[in-house]
T-cell receptor, first 115, second 114 residues
Framework: AQTVTQSQPEMSVQEAETVTLSCTYDTSESDYYLFWYKQPPSRQMILVIRQEAYKQQNATENRFSVNFQKAAKSFSLKISDSQLGDAAMYFC????????????FGTGTLLAVQP | DTGVSQDPRHKITKRGQNVTFRCDPISEHNRLYWYRQTLGQGPEFLTYFQNEAQLEKSRLLSDRFSAERPKGSFSTLEIQRTEQGDSAMYLC????????????FGSGTRLTVV
């Protein structure tokens, strides 16, 4: 069975600084997708960034980028120029390729941004 | 379309009562998912529908849980004879059929069983 592990329950960053959130996953599949979701306090979960396993190039979305290491099964999220609004719970998620598209989530990392 | 809507936002019920939650997905999305999230944990998959067909159910979904999506539009999740362990946030999400671009989540229904 596929699993997703986030080993950092909490992280803290100063405003305008850079922070990296870690995620590792376990799968025997070669075709899959990886996602980072942000869940602000008492608000809905929103998609931050996604990565297709067959693409070697790391995905970027404005201040958010990933470091995808397929052989190491690692998928970290880098947030540059951190803003107060980045404070939230961040979840890493895995989706196997093919017809099924159930997402499997990690346990999350709570990010605090200090002014 | 205003996204995925869930109702109610909060529900407090006594142990042993039945509760029903509703989810209205994005109208163009034919897949709808239910997840459960407990404090300090990531969302756990419960079940999903493609149109009106329920394609997969998690082992977490005991016999007390039932979900429906009549006519492939809104969905309901019913929990019968609630237990304190059912207290959690119940999240609904929807996606186009392939879902490779991720889901759109609703704000969730927080259930407290007392």
């Amino acid at each position: 069975a596929q699993t997703v592990t986030q080993s950092q329950p909490e992280m803290s960053v100063q405003e305008a600084e850079t922070v990296t959130l870690s995620c590792t996953y376990d799968t025997s599949e070669s075709d899959y997708y990886l996602f980072w979701y942000k869940q602000p306090p008492s608000r809905q979960m929103i998609l931050v960034i996604r990565q297709e396993a067959y693409k070697q190039q790391n995905a970027t979305e404005n201040r958010f980028s990933v470091n995808f290491q397929k052989a190491a099964k690692s998928f970290s999220l880098k947030i540059s120029d951190s803003q107060l609004g980045d404070a939230a719970m961040y979840f890493c998620a895995y989706r196997r390729g093919g017809a099924t598209n159930k997402l499997i989530f990690g346990t999350g990392t709570l990010l605090a941004v200090q002014p | 379309d205003t996204g995925v809507s869930q109702d109610p936002r909060h529900k407090i019920t006594k142990r042993g009562q039945n509760v029903t939650f509703r989810c209205d997905p994005i109208s163009e999305h034919n897949r709808l998912y239910w997840y459960r999230q407990t404090l300090g944990q990531g969302p756990e998959f419960l079940t999903y529908f493609q149109n009106e067909a329920q394609l997969e159910k998690s082992r977490l979904l005991s016999d007390r849980f039932s979900a429906e999506r009549p006519k492939g539009s809104f969905s309901t999740l019913e929990i019968q004879r609630t237990e304190q362990g059912d207290s959690a946030m119940y999240l609904c999400a929807s996606s186009p059929e392939d879902g490779v671009y991720g889901y759109t989540f609703g704000s969730g229904t927080r259930l407290t069983v007392v």
